[in-house]
């Protein structure tokens, strides 16, 4: 089974300065999708940015990047410029299409961006 | 478009009472959710719809039935709710999974049940 887990429940950063949440995952597949959601005290959970596992190129959104390392099975997500509405909680999130989609969801990570 | 709806926003219930939490989209999307988040923990699936007309189970499914009304609808029901199913609530879509880069969800903005 797919596991997905996210070490740091909590991290805080200045504004304007970079962050980066680790993820790491568990999976026999090759084939696969992993996300970053991003989940502000509204509630809403709201797509940052996804990665094709078949792609080697690191997914980039903006001032949202990732560190992709297959072979290691880690998909970490940086914050460039942190800005206050960053402040959020972030999920990484594991789908292997062959299973209808179904997302897998790490424990998340509490960011608080300072100003 | 709105996206993903769900009502009600917040919902207080006796144990043993039954409710139905209701999802639409406006997206022709085939594939519909249901999730559930506690604290501490990421979302977990509780049942999904790859298509109208079928309905399969997730992660955490006892407790909770589900309705494909149609291509739009996705509704979950309590028959019986117990404190445990104190949680937050969240329905997603996705498009036909088997168009390449379809694999995002989209998320409704979730129903927050108190059961006392």
């Known amino acids: 089974a797919q596991t997905v887990t996210q070490s740091q429940p909590e991290m805080s950063v200045q504004e304007a300065e970079t962050v980066t949440l680790s993820c790491t995952y568990d999976t026999s597949e090759n084939n696969y999708y992993l996300f970053w959601y991003k989940q502000p005290p509204s509630r809403q959970m709201i797509l940052v940015i996804r990665q094709e596992a078949y792609k080697q190129q690191n997914a980039t959104e903006n001032r949202f990047s990732v560190n992709f390392q297959k072979a290691a099975k880690s998909f970490s997500l940086k914050i460039s410029d942190s800005q206050l509405g960053d402040t959020a909680m972030y999920f990484c999130a594991f789908m292997n299409p062959s299973n209808t989609g179904k997302l897998i969801f790490g424990q998340g990570t509490t960011l608080q961006v300072k100003p | 478009n709105a996206g993903v709806t769900q009502t009600p926003k917040f919902q207080v219930l006796k144990t043993g009472q039954s409710m139905t939490l209701q999802c639409a989209q406006d997206m022709n999307h085939n594939s519909m959710y249901w999730y559930r988040q506690d604290p501490g923990m990421g979302l977990r699936l509780i049942y999904y719809s790859a298509s109208e007309g079928t309905t399969d189970k997730g992660e955490v499914p006892n407790g909770y039935n589900v309705s494909r009304l149609n291509k739009r609808e996705f509704s979950l029901r309590l028959e019986s709710a117990a404190p445990s199913q104190t949680s937050v609530y969240f329905c997603?879509?996705?498009?036909?999974?088997?168009?390449?880069?379809?694999?995002?969800?989209?998320f409704g903005p979730g129903t927050r049940l108190l059961v006392l």
């Open positions: 997603a879509s996705s498009p036909d999974r088997r168009t390449i880069f379809v694999e995002t969800q989209y």
